[in-house]
């Protein structure tokens, strides 16, 4: 079997060497997911009534980091705590983001792409972080260094796949979630209580994460990192080889093939069942 297609959602950006407008995402984003054994696919802004059909193409979708949310998506007014904005990119991610959930497609939300989450879903952002607890989030100096520490909810997806309740993260925002969208739980948390990192209540597999993970996988201690980007290549694993899947035996059916493979999962497959043939294929 082929390997699972991961869709990158593209910043807009322009090209210093001629002033053209070009659709990008970060190298890192790209060298993780292809790491973790996925294709990645690049999606550019585009018209958001195309969603559904481009995401039909991908067996999983990453949102990546990027500039502030048009504080209008959550029924905010602008103001000079609000950085720059890019309105069609969040319509468009907007979108992909109702789309892949409708259509239940594995998703990771990086930073930016954690915040749309919570957006997608109702929820809103907090406006400026240092000017919400008093303490710094952006440190752009160390962006591949781990910066301040976060705690998990043992009882989460994020733990499980993370591996540790207790994770060391850089910290590029400074902006974070503050009301928490429909069917999404806050599962990870700095020291001054801002969230570091959500996921879905439901049957959909999605997390977002507040850190960029993207940067720390090359560290020796990054293996919660790494293992991300592992747990989303594996979940859209999980989807092409079964039509309708539950969580535990979309994560299981993968299990083999990554690093989960040593962490206790319900629903994992019997020896010998036709589930584990189907993974051997
Ligand atoms: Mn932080």
Redesign the pocket.
């Known amino acids: 079997m082929s390997k699972p297609r991961i869709g990158l959602a593209a910043l807009s950006a322009t090209n210093s060497a001629n002033s053209t407008l070009v659709a990008a995402v970060n190298r890192a984003y790209v060298d993780a997911v292809a790491s973790a054994g996925g294709l990645p696919y690049l999606l550019p802004v585009q018209d958001c009534a195309d969603a559904a059909d481009v995401l039909a193409g991908v067996d999983g979708l990453l949102l990546c980091g990027g500039v502030d949310i048009d504080p209008s998506q959550y029924g905010a007014a602008g103001g000079p705590d609000i950085g720059e904005i890019d309105p069609q990119r969040d319509v468009w991610e907007l979108a992909l983001a109702r789309c892949a959930r409708a259509a239940r497609l594995p998703l990771l939300g990086v930073c930016r792409g954690e915040q749309l989450l919570n957006v997608s879903a109702g929820g809103t952002l907090v406006r400026d972080v240092p000017t919400a607890t008093g303490m710094n ?1 952006r440190d752009t100096e160390r962006s591949h260094q781990v910066v ?1 520490d ?1 705690w998990v909810e043992p009882d989460s997806l994020v733990a499980e796949v993370c591996e540790s309740v207790h994770i060391g ?1 850089n ?1 590029l ?1 400074h902006q ?1 979630v503050e009301r928490l969208g429909a069917g999404l739980r806050a599962v990870a948390w ?1 020291s001054d209580s ?1 969230i ?1 990192a959500i996921e879905s209540t439901g049957d959909w597999l999605a997390i977002g994460v ?2 960029h993970p993207e940067l720390l996988v090359g560290l020796d201690e990054g293996s919660a990192h790494r293992a991300l980007f592992s747990w989303l290549v594996a979940c859209a694993h999980g989807r092409r080889l079964h039509a309708l899947p539950s969580r535990s035996s979309e994560v299981a059916s993968h299990a083999n093939a990554t690093v989960l493979s040593g962490v206790p999962l319900a629903g994992r497959a019997e020896p010998g069942s036709e589930m584990e043939r189907r993974q051997a294929s």
């Open positions: 989030h301040h976060i993260v910290t925002h974070a700095a801002t570091e507040q850190w």
